[in-house]
């Protein structure tokens, strides 16, 4: 059982400063010191989850493996440290009202006015305790969503006081992480941003130990006095986050900076020297020296917002790395093509990924892809959506079923060779109600998906509602469409392929949310290695 210690990060001055990846970087230092780490994302808004939330409002919804359907900083989290989160890693506030909100009904305050302090306090202290609870961390990092001053963080910035206060120095402490903006006309950096906003951060009672200053120019040592002057912090505490060449520059970056070890010794902790970030660098250095390169098609209707499609464009670049081929993406709105224009659009690519999606918008111009990659013997990648609409192209342009569709966009296809599942039929509630999280898929001898994992049984995170219509299965396979993958309880499917391509494979699970800079996906390896032989053929 650990003691385990607790590490908060706010924001200041605006949005997007990039908390998660410096959450994740802190986390990944202390990790590679010896010590067992894990990180918490607060969310202020009252969705229960991102689950309901359109991508282009929040970026990715990424998916846990028990099923939780979260921010997409909890992706950077396991891609940075290489360890599985769980619902317990996000909470919302719409969570701590749902919950305060049932104890309310069930009579857990009876007699009591139930009101923000302390009733909503105490539900997010317990949420950002659980981890710790659990025995398993030294460290809890709790990123809270937002930046300080607004009204929905409130409660929030007020439970980390009670926390630092309750917890008690050399237990808890406190990051906040702002902009020094560069003013060109001035020629200088300023700090007057960031002073109001530790001020107001000190208005709710919360003195940041650590001030992490984002900044596109070094600051020099009379900046960082002024900084530590101003905002109560030590000097050696004001840690300078300047614009990395990637994300994953940024662990290396806080090393330099010594973050950890500042964090580590106002946690009273021991500071164990030792070769640091060792399979890390290899893989930055991989990625940054590449000896090829490559264009892979990404066909979504998200496109114009890169986020959207966050883990599957980091998993790209986890396995450009293990193939060393610098994997540069194509982004194409599905919207946008039409089947005369499809040769033109996807001219030259090397592979095909059909992303996930929900509803009609742009649906044609995906099956229009895969009929161009099918054909062409280009590399064809499909997952969830996407898998499904090769499944649609194949049955409507090779087994002639004219109209074959997902009921999703046409309840009344002639051909439904995509349909609800059974167990979805009665349910009528959007929010997390999906065929979420972890399940189980037997693949078959002889495949390729076999071949890329090197396993018998895999486990692939979910999130749908349509699947498979086994009905058409026997068709489907007999004209060259192979199921290679099943749930081997329910023997719904999981993936198929068509052996005679170089590489076609669809699966309905999102491997991309398993993929990590250690442990690059392997059905992302094999297809930037099958586009990489593309190119090169
Ligand atoms: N809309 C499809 C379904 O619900 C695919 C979902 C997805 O791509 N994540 O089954």
Redesign the pocket.
């Known amino acids: 059982m650990k003691n385990t210690k607790y590490v908060f990060v706010t924001g200041g001055v605006t949005s997007s400063l990039g908390k998660g990846i410096i959450a994740a970087s802190l986390a990944k230092l202390l990790q590679e010191r010896g010590y067992s780490a894990t990180i918490q994302k607060l969310d202020p808004y009252i969705n229960i989850d991102p689950g309901t939330l359109n991508p282009y409002e929040h970026g990715e919804c990424f998916v846990t493996d028990d099923g939780a359907e979260t921010d997409l900083d909890l992706g950077h989290y396991e891609r940075f440290l290489n360890i599985p989160t769980s619902q317990a890693n996000n909470v919302t506030t719409g969570r701590i009202y749902q919950s305060v909100i049932d104890k309310e009904r069930r009579g857990e305050f009876l007699g009591k006015t139930v009101q923000i302090i302390p009733h909503i306090t105490d539900e997010i202290k317990n949420r950002i305790q659980i981890l710790g609870k659990t025995g398993e961390y030294d460290i809890v990092i709790t990123e809270i969503g937002g930046t300080v001053g607004d009204i929905e963080s409130l409660p929030y910035i007020e439970s980390v006081r009670q926390l630092l206060w309750e917890l008690g120095e050399k237990n808890a402490i406190s990051i906040h992480l702002t902009l020094v903006p560069y003013l060109a006309a001035a020629g200088e950096l300023k700090t007057k941003p960031t002073q109001h906003s530790v001020k107001m951060l000190m208005q709710s009672g919360v003195s940041p130990d650590i001030l992490v200053c984002r900044s596109e120019h070094k600051l020099n040592e009379g900046i960082k006095r002024k900084l530590a002057l101003f905002c109560n912090v030590q000097e050696e505490a004001i840690i300078e986050s300047l614009d990395a060449e990637t994300i994953y520059d940024v662990p290396n970056l806080m090393l330099q900076e010594q973050l950890d070890k500042v964090v580590l010794n106002k946690l009273d902790l021991p500071f164990n020297e030792k070769p640091a970030l060792g399979e890390w660098n290899d893989f930055l250095s991989k990625h940054k020296n590449p000896k090829n390169e490559i264009e892979i098609g990404l066909i979504g209707k998200y496109v114009e917002l890169h986020d959207a499609y966050k883990s599957i464009t980091e998993a790209f670049i986890h396995a450009g790395a293990t193939n060393e081929v610098k994997v540069n993406i194509r982004w194409i709105h599905s919207e946008s093509l039409t089947a005369d224009n499809v040769p033109n659009k996807l001219k030259n690519l090397n592979g095909v990924l059909v992303?996930?999606?929900?509803?009609d918008r742009g649906i044609e111009g995906k099956i229009d892809a895969v009929k161009y990659a099918r054909e062409h013997q280009i590399p064809f990648f499909g997952?969830?959506?996407?898998?499904?609409m090769a499944v649609i192209e194949f049955s409507r342009n090779v087994l002639g079923l004219e109209g074959a569709f997902?009921t999703?966009m046409d309840n009344d296809t002639k051909h439904p060779v995509?349909n609800?599942?059974e167990e979805q039929k009665t349910i009528v509630d959007k929010g997390g109600t999906?065929?979420l999280g972890s399940w189980k898929c037997k693949l078959a001898n002889n495949s390729k998906i076999k071949a890329a994992y090197n396993k018998d049984i895999i486990d692939e995170r979910?999130?749908?509602?349509?699947?498979f219509n086994n009905e058409y299965l026997k068709q489907i396979e007999s004209a060259g469409m192979i199921a290679t993958g099943k749930n081997p309880d329910t023997n719904l499917v999981e993936v198929i392929e068509i052996p005679d391509h170089p590489w076609f494979i669809g699966v309905?699970y999102?491997p991309e949310y398993k993929s990590t800079v250690l442990n690059p996906h392997p059905l992302f390896v094999s297809f930037v290695k099958a586009s990489l032989e593309h190119s090169l053929s």
């Open positions: 992303a996930p999606g929900f509803g997952i969830c959506l996407g898998m499904q997902s999703e995509i609800l599942m999906m065929r979910h999130r749908h509602r349509y699947e309905q999102h």
